[in-house]
């Protein structure tokens, strides 16, 4: 394989994108101001990107790794937060579902590039309760419930037709039936951390890192607090 630049696709076309030089600065992370508990930081940070229009500021790219060792990452939604840790929901059959099986572990990354801010969760992952997965399945939309039972995510298909029609299907199924349960396959996993870092950018690429860390497997609290060089 050759690394040759490609007439087709000239450098000066991603010169803006490649090259630009912002610099950070305007807020600041110490250890003075940051909360003595992660959780209570993240919800403090978590409430500011949405008030100051971060869009989709629950959105996350989790890490994962499969069983042979290969890594892999996509977004998923943040759908609950408390001292058990990070929630979110997916197919437990997809990529990421059997990673989570056979691997347990895993890091969310919030990315927060117009408040010049990210978090990084690291930590073991367990299966959500079947009671709460049910309690959030019910709270998606209809066509979301539909869409996720026709889908067999991670899994490919011939055509986008095929899957037009499984969901056709179970619309009429479920006009009959007036519910559509939760598939066995799909529901949540919750990230419980070890290790929770806040990175804020400031100037010169002179960045705040405050990260906790904690035992891994250890109960509430016991955290440890380390600055980290940018
Ligand atoms: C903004 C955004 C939010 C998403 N939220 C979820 C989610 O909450 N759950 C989910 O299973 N997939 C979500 N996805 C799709 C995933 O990124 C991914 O394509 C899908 O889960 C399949 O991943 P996998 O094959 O690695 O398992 C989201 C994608 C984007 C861009």
Do not use: C
């Amino acid at each position: 394989m050759s690394d040759a630049i490609d007439p087709e696709r000239p450098e000066p076309r991603l010169e803006h994108a490649l090259h630009r030089h912002t610099d950070y600065g305007a807020e600041e992370l110490d250890e003075a101001h940051v909360a003595s508990d992660p959780f209570v930081q993240f919800d403090r940070w978590l409430a500011e990107a949405d008030a100051r229009g971060v869009y989709e500021p629950n959105a996350m790219v989790l890490g994962t790794i499969d069983a042979d060792g290969t890594p892999s990452s996509r977004t998923v939604l943040l759908r609950g937060v408390d001292d058990r840790g990070f929630a979110f929901y997916t197919d437990r059959e997809s990529r990421k579902g059997r990673a989570l099986e056979s691997n347990p572990v895993a890091t969310v990354l919030f990315p927060w590039y117009t408040l010049h801010r990210q978090v990084i969760v690291t930590g073991e992952v367990r299966r959500v309760g079947d009671g709460e997965s049910d309690a959030y399945w019910a709270t998606r939309p209809l066509g979301s419930r539909i869409s996720a039972t026709a889908s067999r995510q991670s899994q490919p298909i011939a055509s986008r037709a095929e899957l037009e029609e499984r969901v056709a299907a179970l619309e009429e199924e479920v006009a009959g039936a007036g519910e559509i349960r939760r598939p066995e396959r799909w529901g949540g996993f919750r990230l419980r951390p070890w290790r929770v870092e806040f990175w804020q950018g400031r100037t010169s690429r002179l960045h705040d890192r405050l990260v906790f860390s904690r035992e891994r497997g250890a109960d509430a609290g016991g955290w440890r607090l380390e600055r980290l060089q940018p």
